[in-house]
C-alpha cells in the first residue's frame, strides 16, 4: 500500500483524471438506480403501501387488478375463512378528472374502499370521510401541484360525477397516475352512471379483495372459492400494467452501466501497467513479493474507487434536493450501499487484468529492456 500511494503521490494529475473519470461514472450508476427506484415508487407506491400480505383475483384476470370482476357473494366467502376485519374489498377505475376552479385536466385511478377497512386511506392534511358521507373523496397530495387543493370539486369527465376534496394523502400512486379515494357509495353510483343498470352493478361489485391471511387460510379459500386465485403483494405489483417493462429497461441500462465501468477502468490501468513494465521488473528482482506488487495495483483501485464514490454520493444527495418534487427519484440507504459495493467490486474485478499482467513481467527481460 506504502508503494500505491507514494505513486499517487508522484503522479497526481495521471490519477486525478482517473478519479474524474471514476467519479463521473459512479454518479450516472447512482443517478439512473435512482430514477429507476423513483420510476418503481412511483408506479407502485399505493399497492406497495398497503397493509395487507395477500390480494383475491379472479382466475382468468393475469394477476392483474383492473381484469378482475368479483362479487358480493365471493367477498363473504372470504371473510368467513380470514374474518370480516382480515379482508377487504377493493374496486379501481383510471378516468380524467377536471376541477371546477382550474382549467386542468388530470388522469387518475380511482380507489373504492370502505372507510373502516384495512384500506382506508391514512390522511396527511384534511378531513376523513366516512361510508356514509357521500360526495367527498381523499386524493394523492400530487394533485395539489395541478390546482386541486382542498375543498376543490373534481369532476369526473366519463360520468360527469363531481366530488368535494375533503383531504390528501401522501405517496398514493397507481400505474403512474394519482389515487382518488371514494367509498362505495360513491362508486356504486358512478358505475351505475356508466352501465345504466343497477343489476350490473351488482353482479360485479369489486376488481380484488385484499387481506391479511396465513398459509393454511389461503389454501382453504383457493378450496372453498371458485374461480378465483390468491396473489401475494409481490405478484400484485408485477402485474401492475407497464412496471415490469419499465423497470426491465432501466435494470439493463444501470447493468450496462456497471460493465462500462469495469471495461473502462480495467483499459486504464491496463495501459499504467504496461507503461510501468520495467518498474515492476526491476522490483521483481529485488526480491519484492507478487502479493506485494499486486495489493498495490488494487490498493490503488480501491483507494481511487472509494474516494471517487464518496464525492458522487455528495453530487447525487445534492442534486435530489435541488431536483423538483415532480421528478421520481428515491435513493433508500439499502439502495446506495448494494450500488457502492458492486460499483467497487466491479472496479477491482477490472484491476484483476492489471494484475494478470504484473504477474507474467519476467524480471530480466525487463531489466534488459531499460539497458537497452
Wanted: hydrophobic share 45%.
Amino acid at each position: 500500500m506504502f508503494l500505491a500511494l507514494r505513486e499517487m503521490r508522484h503522479s497526481k494529475a495521471r490519477y486525478m483524471l482517473i478519479m474524474v473519470i471514476m467519479l463521473l461514472v459512479s454518479f450516472l450508476v447512482l443517478f439512473v438506480t435512482g430514477l429507476a427506484q423513483g420510476l418503481a415508487y412511483a408506479n407502485i407506491s399505493a399497492v406497495k403501501n398497503m397493509p395487507t400480505n395477500h390480494y383475491v383475483v379472479q382466475d382468468d384476470a393475469d394477476q392483474t387488478f383492473r381484469r378482475s370482476q368479483l362479487n358480493e357473494a365471493e367477498l363473504q366467502e372470504v371473510r368467513s375463512v380470514v374474518g370480516d376485519q382480515n379482508a377487504t374489498p377493493l374496486s379501481i377505475q383510471t378516468s380524467t378528472i377536471t376541477a371546477n376552479d382550474t382549467d386542468v385536466k388530470a388522469d387518475v385511478t380511482f380507489f373504492a374502499v370502505d372507510m373502516q377497512g384495512l384500506l382506508a386511506p391514512n390522511i396527511v392534511q384534511g378531513e376523513a370521510i366516512t361510508n356514509e358521507k357521500n360526495g367527498s373523496v381523499i386524493v394523492d397530495r400530487k394533485l395539489e401541484q395541478s390546482g386541486i387543493t382542498i375543498g376543490s370539486t373534481i369532476v369526473d369527465q366519463a360520468t360527469g360525477m363531481s366530488w368535494n376534496v375533503a383531504g390528501y394523502v401522501e405517496d398514493s400512486s397507481y400505474s403512474h397516475t394519482p389515487v382518488v379515494y371514494m367509498n362505495t357509495g360513491d362508486w356504486q353510483a358512478m358505475k351505475q352512471g356508466v352501465s345504466g343498470t343497477e343489476e350490473s352493478v351488482k353482479s360485479a361489485s369489486f376488481n380484488v379483495f385484499a387481506m391479511n391471511a396465513t398459509s393454511d387460510q389461503i389454501a382453504n379459500i383457493s378450496d372453498k372459492v371458485a374461480n378465483i386465485e390468491v396473489i401475494t403483494q409481490k405478484e400484485a405489483i408485477s402485474s401492475i400494467p407497464g412496471y415490469k417493462e419499465e423497470q426491465g429497461s432501466l435494470l439493463m441500462m444501470t447493468v450496462f452501466l456497471f460493465v462500462i465501468a469495469a471495461f473502462v477502468l480495467a483499459v486504464f490501468f491496463y495501459v499504467i501497467t504496461i507503461q510501468k513494465t520495467s518498474q515492476f521488473g526491476i522490483l521483481k528482482a529485488m526480491g519484492t513479493k507478487m502479493s506485494y506488487l499486486a495489493w498495490s495495483v488494487v490498493g490503488q483501485v480501491t483507494v481511487l474507487s472509494v474516494a471517487s464514490l464518496c464525492i458522487s454520493l455528495l453530487l447525487t444527495l445534492g442534486m435530489n434536493r435541488a431536483l423538483p418534487e415532480s421528478m421520481p427519484f428515491q435513493l433508500d440507504t439499502s439502495t446506495i450501499v448494494i450500488t457502492s459495493s458492486l460499483f467497487i467490486a466491479m472496479s477491482l474485478m477490472g484491476s484483476l487484468i492489471s494484475v494478470a499482467k504484473v504477474a507474467k513481467i519476467d524480471a530480466l527481460e525487463a531489466i534488459g529492456r531499460t539497458g537497452a
